[in-house]
C-alpha cells in the first residue's frame, strides 16, 4: 500500500508561481511512473503531468506544456510539480496519483485516470485574476 500526500497548494495571483509536491510513504515509488490530475468545480479530473520512473522522460497537457514542469526525487520518494505563469483556469484540486508502470508509450498513455492505482487526497490551487 502506498500513501500519497500533496502539499505546496494555495492562493496565487495570476501570473504567479507555485511548487507542489507528493511525498509517498509506505513502499518505493521509484519503479513506478507517477502523474498529476486536476480537478475544478464542477469538472471532471483531468491529466496534467507525468513522469517516467527514472524522471527520464516527462509528459503534459497542452494547457500546461511550457508552464508546468514535472520532477522527481527518488531518494526521497516524492514528485514535485512546478507551476509558472499561473492563470485563473488553473484553479483546482490538485492530485498525485502512481501507476503501475514505469513509462509510457505508443500503447499506454499517460493520462489514462483508471491506470493509477494510488491516489492522493489533494491540494487546492486558487488562482486570483
Known amino acids: 500500500q502506498v500513501q500519497l500526500v500533496e502539499s505546496g497548494g494555495g492562493l496565487v495571483q495570476a501570473g504567479g508561481s507555485l511548487r507542489l509536491s507528493c511525498a509517498a510513504s509506505?513502499?518505493?515509488?521509484?519503479?513506478?511512473?507517477m502523474g498529476w490530475f486536476r480537478q475544478a468545480p464542477g469538472k471532471e479530473r483531468e491529466f496534467v503531468a507525468a513522469?517516467?520512473?527514472?524522471?527520464?522522460?516527462?509528459y503534459y497537457a497542452d494547457s500546461v506544456k511550457g508552464r508546468f514542469t514535472i520532477s522527481r526525487d527518488n531518494a526521497k520518494n516524492t514528485v514535485y510539480l512546478r507551476m509558472n505563469s499561473l492563470q485563473p483556469e488553473d484553479t483546482a484540486v490538485y492530485y498525485c496519483?502512481?501507476?503501475?508502470?514505469?513509462?509510457?508509450?505508443?500503447?499506454?498513455?499517460?493520462?489514462?485516470?483508471?491506470?493509477?492505482?494510488?491516489w492522493g487526497q489533494g491540494t487546492q490551487v486558487t488562482v486570483s485574476s
Open positions: 513522469i517516467s520512473a527514472s524522471g527520464g522522460n516527462t
Open positions: 509506505g513502499r518505493t515509488v521509484s519503479n513506478y511512473a
Open positions: 496519483a502512481v501507476d503501475s508502470v514505469s513509462d509510457y508509450g505508443p500503447l499506454r498513455g499517460a493520462g489514462r485516470i483508471a491506470s493509477y492505482v494510488y
